[in-house]
């Protein structure tokens, strides 16, 4: 059911705005997927400490074989 919060003047009802729920208003805060990747990738490259395996060194092999230019 349609919750009305007022009328337009002329007694039609308009509908009441629909917010966003808090995991909507959340994930829409975060950086897409590809720069979330991008600074986990630079973050285990700069420490070995941090490196996550196998998951790195799939990237690492991608990147070697493809390097920038």
């Given at each position: 059911?349609?919750?009305?919060i ?17 995991d ?6 975060y ?8 600074m ?6 700069a420490?070995p ?21």
């Amino acid at each position: 059911m349609t919750d009305f919060i007022d009328s337009d003047g002329n007694g039609n009802p308009i509908a009441a705005p629909i917010l966003p729920t808090y995991d909507v208003e959340r994930s829409m805060e975060y950086p897409n997927l590809t720069e979330q990747l991008d600074m986990l990738w630079h973050a285990m490259d700069a420490d070995p400490s941090k490196r996550l395996e196998p998951f790195y060194s799939t990237i690492k092999a991608t990147k070697d074989k493809y390097p920038k230019d």
